[in-house]
């Protein structure tokens, strides 16, 4: 009964491709999120979506782009892997975007760039 | 740039009271402080939040001073499982921006 799943767990591939990671979420949450978490163990928001508004964190660069095909998923496509995208991508969920709703989240997807 | 100091590590004994502090002095009157932990290659976990009363649920209870500029998050009876890092998080009410910073490490020994 896993809330928020992503797929794949692991995800190991050559710089300057591309690939997607998929997030779903079985809780009826209306938001949703995109975290990275670097080397360091700091996790920063990347993405925020709801009722087809996107908030991106101005730092994200534009070779990340989410799709939202219904409310349940939430997908991360990375164009031209670089060195540095190596890292922990937690995709999460909450219901509304208020402070006061607490945000659940996947256990992520490990992306390594050979 | 989190809002929120936390000592770096913590032990405790397991079926001991974990008591992990957290300061956040500058906190403003509509933000929220969370409270998550992350157990080894897991996603974090939502524990707990609140805004000024003190707050309990099934895994934890969290203390809000009356000034609001520090709380602590208290884990009545620690176990093993209960290994991980937390982190204290305040969060503005109208809008969904969450920071993480480094956490407090618990290790919750036998």
């Known amino acids: 009964d896993t809330a928020v799943s992503q797929t794949p767990k692991y995800l190991v591939t050559q710089m300057g491709n591309d690939k997607s990671i998929k997030c779903e979420q079985n809780?009826?949450?209306?938001?949703m999120y995109w975290y990275k978490q670097d080397s360091k163990k700091f996790l920063k928001i990347m993405f925020s979506?709801?009722?087809?508004?996107?908030?991106i964190n101005e730092t994200v660069p534009n070779r990340f782009s989410p799709k939202s095909p219904d409310k349940a998923h939430f997908n991360l496509h990375i164009n031209s892997l670089e060195l540095g995208d190596s890292a922990v991508y937690f995709c999460?969920?909450?219901?509304?975007?208020?402070?006061?709703?607490?945000?659940?989240f996947g256990d992520g997807t490990r992306l390594s760039i050979l | 740039d989190a809002k929120t100091t936390q000592p770096p590590s913590m032990d405790c004994a397991e079926g001991r009271a974990a008591n992990l502090p957290c300061n956040h002095s500058?906190?403003?009157?509509?933000?929220?402080v969370y409270w998550y932990r992350q157990i080894h290659s897991q996603g974090p976990q939502y524990i707990i939040h609140?805004?000024?009363n003190n707050e309990t649920n099934e895994m934890a209870s969290l203390i809000i001073t009356e000034d609001r500029k520090s709380s602590t998050l208290i884990l009545p009876h620690a176990t093993l499982r209960d290994t991980a890092v937390y982190y204290c998080?305040?969060?503005?009410?109208?809008?969904?921006?969450?920071?993480f910073g480094a956490g407090t490490r618990l290790t919750v020994k036998p």
């Open positions: 809780l009826g949450h209306d938001t």
């Open positions: 979506y709801n009722n087809k508004e996107l908030i």
């Open positions: 609140g805004l000024k």
């Open positions: 999460a969920s909450s219901q509304g975007w208020t402070g006061d709703q607490p945000q659940h």
């Open positions: 500058t906190i403003s009157g509509n933000e929220y």
């Open positions: 998080i305040v969060r503005p009410y109208n809008n969904n921006d969450m920071r």
